[in-house]
């Protein structure tokens, strides 16, 4: 687990967050209720869910959802800005390149 999401049993700030799971491209990843998608993947330690038509990595780069470098597919809808997204229980994420989106 990575040391950016502490377990709710030894989170020192004694939050009350609900868990949630969801895949990415087929992976578990662990998150809590209230965080975008981008938040439950940046706490797993993925900097970058997507590439350019030249191979570049993109990720998180405004966080207010102008930019649209964060997107990736949501339960089979394409072009979602992963900051701007709610994290589900049970959401499937697909990364997706320049060839499949935006
Ligand atoms: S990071 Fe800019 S739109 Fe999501």
């Known amino acids: 687990m990575s040391a950016r999401l502490f377990p709710r049993d030894r989170d ?4 009350t967050d609900s ?3 969801i895949t990415v491209d087929g992976e578990p990843v662990s998150g809590v209720a209230g965080q975008s998608v981008a938040g439950v993947l940046l706490a797993a330690g993925r ?5 350019t ?14 930019c649209f470098d964060c997107l990736l597919t949501v339960n089979d809808v394409p072009d979602v800005r992963a ?5 589900a229980d ?8 320049r060839e499949e989106g935006v």
Request: aromatic content about 6%; some cysteine; hydrophobic content about 25%.
């Open 83 to 87: 900051c701007r997204r709610p994290a």
């Open 19 to 21: 868990p949630i799971r």
């Open 47 to 51: 900097t970058s869910w997507r590439t």
């Open 90 to 97: 049970g959401d499937e994420i697909r990364t997706q390149s």
């Open 53 to 66: 038509r030249s191979g570049a990595p993109r990720g998180v780069f405004c966080g207010i959802g102008a």
């Open 12 to 15: 020192p700030a004694g939050r």
